[in-house]
T-cell receptor
Framework: ETGVTQTPRHLVMGMTNKKSLKCEQHLGHNAMYWYKQSAKKPLELMFVYSLEERVENNSVPSRFSPECPNSSHLFLHLHTLQPEDSALYLC???????????FGEGSRLTVL | QKEVEQNSGPLSVPEGAIASLNCTYSDRGSQSFFWYRQYSGKSPELIMFIYSNGDKEDGRFTAQLNKASQYVSLLIRDSQPSDSATYLCAAGVYGQNFVFGPGTRLSVLP
């Protein structure tokens, strides 16, 4: 495996479900990110982990809960989501908090 | 609030022409600027970055930065249909959050 991999690629869930998105990077980077991409809106930064510590949380609702057990893995736990949370969720990594991000292919989430 | 603005397009250019993509940013403290390309249904990929005023060339791509005007541009020479994608501009400072623009959709017509 190379680069940044995300699973699942597609997820459909009801508003009462609990699910998790997984991200793994094989680049030896020390920073990992979750971004949300909605139609016709800029990429929105949700969470940043640098050296396994959360350094940014952009006022994200508590129904999104990140977890970074080590520098190679990042999770986004989802519970009681709303239909407006339907979007493409992108994981990225970088060496240091530069703007040189390497993105995974994304997880397309649909909330019914 | 820090913002990065781009014309959403679509910007249509004929094959072989120069495509010019523009970006402005609100935070005068921004020091690093990035251009990403995103094909439909794919994730963004970095194509260029620029830190200093002036031009930076990489193959058919040239990034231009004017910090006084808070303006960044990307020129694509000899545009090809394979360049058709959405181009995202990002601005920020090392160690802090980088802000993305909404992207400009480029269509290169054969």
């Amino acid at each position: 495996e190379t680069g940044v991999t995300q699973t699942p690629r597609h997820l459909v869930m009801g508003m009462t479900n609990k699910k998790s998105l997984k991200c793994e990077q094989h680049l030896g980077h020390n920073a990992m990110y979750w971004y949300k991409q909605s139609a016709k809106k800029p990429l929105e930064l949700m969470f940043v982990y640098s050296l396994e510590e959360r350094v940014e949380n952009n006022s994200v609702p508590s129904r999104f809960s990140p977890e970074c057990p080590n520098s190679s893995h990042l999770f986004l736990h989802l519970h009681t989501l709303q239909p407006e949370d339907s979007a493409l969720y992108l994981c990225a990594s970088s060496q240091g908090m530069t703007g040189e991000l390497f993105f995974g292919e994304g997880s397309r989430l649909t909330v019914l | 609030q820090k913002e990065v603005e781009q014309n959403s397009g679509p910007l249509s250019v004929p094959e072989g022409a120069i495509a010019s993509l523009n970006c402005t940013y609100s935070d005068r403290g921004s020091q690093s600027f990035f251009w990403y390309r995103q094909y439909s249904g794919k994730s963004p990929e970095l194509i260029m970055f620029i830190y200093s005023n002036g031009d930076k060339e990489d193959g058919r791509f040239t990034a231009q930065l004017n910090k006084a005007s808070q303006y960044v541009s990307l020129l694509i020479r000899d545009s090809q249909p394979s360049d058709s994608a959405t181009y995202l501009c990002a601005a920020g400072v090392y160690g802090q959050n980088f802000v993305f623009g909404p992207g400009t959709r480029l269509s290169v017509l054969p």
